[in-house]
Structure formats: C-alpha cells, structure tokens
C-alpha cells in the first residue's frame, strides 16, 4: 500500500515538473540603480516549450503574470491594486518579452534595497506556475539640487512642488525632473532628463506659466535646455553649444518668459551634413598601375 502511494506521488511529481517544463521564464531589470519615484522598469521573457501555440490572459479572476518583490527586510511591497495584465500569444518554440514598470504596480516610493521575481501560469492553470530568477535592485534618494513650490495655472488652491535631483547611478552622474503634489506629497512624475557633467552648475527657474526651466552641461560642448510644466510633462528640448561670450545663460524677461540666451542652437541633421561631407571628402580613390 505504501509503495503503491509512492508510486502515485511520484507520478504527480512527474506530472507537475512536466507542466513546468513546458515554459521557461527569465527576469532582468534595466539597471540595478534606480532614483526613488522614477519607472522600475522590468522585462519578463517566456519561452513556448509545449510544441503548440499558447495564449496567456487574465480572466477577471486570476492573472496569468504574477511579481512578487520584497524589501531589504524581507517584507512584501504592498500592491497599487489588482492589475490585469494584457493578452499574449507566444508561438511554438518561440519566445516574448514583455515590459512592465514595477512602480506602476507597487508602492515603490520609499528608498532602500529590493527583490523581485515573476511567476506565470499556463493557460488555464490556477494554482501551480514557472517562476523566473530574483533580481536584486536598489532605490536611491539621489541628491537634491533645487526645488520651488508653484501654483498650478486655473487651479485654485493646488500646487506642485518642483524638484532637481542629481543621481550617481550606473557610474555616471545625472540630472533628473521630479513633480510632486503639494497637498498629497505624492510623486506626479519623476524622470531623466540626461547625463550631466557638473563642471558647470545647472541653470534653473521658472517662468510665468509655472513651467520649470533646466539648463545643464551634458557633454564638454554641448548644454541642453529642457522644459517641463506641473503634469511632468516635457514641453520642449533643446541642445545648445556655447557662444562667443562664454556660457549659455537662462534669461527670465519682464513678461515673464525665459530664453537661453548667448548660445549657438545645435542642428542635429546639419552636423550629420557636414560629418558625411568630411567622411566623404577623407575617402581616397583607388590606386592603379
């Protein structure tokens, strides 16, 4: 009776450990350094190993991708909320990566060490599923630079909080754009706004539609110029490289608008002109005797 039982629970074993094999998952994050409040963007990559056509989709009930993360502590991140994640069709053999950024689905604010891994269920499997590898990842408070609380324009009585944050991630050093709610203190936006070398400090107001104004070194000869308004949204970008009276300044007029002033706009297609051209011109014809 007893090897009878055994030879039971081996075959469900068995059985479990084939369903398994029919997928195999794999998670990576794009770096391991993030700034606190800006997208966790991570990437889960399946593989069809069941020699058919699998399509993967939540039913209202249960989700066909799973995150599970925990913190430096071992405590689980709490969830934003039941999420249903979009329909996949991956082919026989074949293999597909989706994206998803962690932070739109975890309370992931706060800075610290952090440990996320995936599970995905077969189609139709409720209970059991293929976990990928745990990725390690860190949140960094980074370094405040500058900051201005504004009113938001037809909105009475709301406001934003405008922040510049510098960032050593990845060894190298970059400028970041955050906005937060006045009242609530909640992240509304926070995102790169590219390298940055400090061996000129920032340049950074706001001008008369509340819109924030940056201005930084990326490159030894170029400065960008960037322009974000109280959504986060980026309203324009712009490259500059210095003019003949020094540095490019940021110029606040008595209308209340800001212009870069002393600079030289880059043309990024006209450079691309005159570097085919000097190719071009460098490219020596063929010798014969």
């Known amino acids: 009776m007893i090897l009878k039982c055994f030879r039971i629970l081996s075959l469900l074993l068995a059985l479990v450990g084939l369903a398994h094999a029919q997928l195999s998952a794999t998670l990576s994050v794009r770096k391991q350094q993030f700034l606190a409040g800006e997208p966790v963007l991570a990437v889960v990559t399946v593989t069809n190993r069941a020699g058919k056509d699998l399509t993967f989709a939540s039913d209202g009930r249960t989700q066909w991708l799973n995150f599970i993360i925990t913190d430096g502590q071992g405590n689980s991140v709490t969830p934003r909320g039941s999420t249903m994640f979009g329909k996949m ?8 990566a989706r994206e998803v950024d962690l932070s739109q689905h975890f309370i992931l604010t706060e800075p610290g060490n952090f440990s996320v891994g995936a599970v995905i269920h077969m189609p139709g499997e409720t209970i059991e599923g293929t976990s990928t590898n745990r990725v390690l990842f860190n949140q960094n408070p980074g370094l405040l630079y500058w900051s201005q609380s504004v009113g938001i324009p037809g909105s009475a009585n709301k406001t934003r909080k405008f922040h510049i944050i510098n960032f050593a991630g990845d060894q190298k050093t970059q400028i970041y754009a955050q906005v937060v709610d006045g009242r609530t203190g909640q992240f509304v936006r926070t995102f790169l706004l590219g390298d940055l070398l400090m061996l000129r400090k920032p340049l950074v107001t706001v001008d008369r ?10 490159t030894p000869t ?8 109280t959504d986060g949204k980026l309203v324009n970008r712009e490259i500059h490289q210095r003019g003949d009276q020094g540095d490019p300044q940021l110029l606040t007029f008595a209308d209340g608008t800001v212009r870069v002033a002393n600079s030289i706009p880059y043309d990024e297609k006209a450079a691309a002109e005159q570097k085919a051209k000097i190719r071009k011109a460098s490219d020596r014809p063929s010798v014969t005797f």
């Not at 069709?89 to 597909?96: Q, V, Y």
């Not at 539609?209 to 070194?217: A, G, P, S, T, W």
């Not at 400065?223 to 308004?229: L, P, S, T, Y």
């Open 89 to 96: 069709t991956i082919k026989a053999g074949e293999s597909l």
């Open 209 to 218: 539609m509340q819109h924030m104004h940056v201005m930084f070194l990326a």
């Open 222 to 229: 170029m400065w960008v110029h960037c322009e974000v308004d």
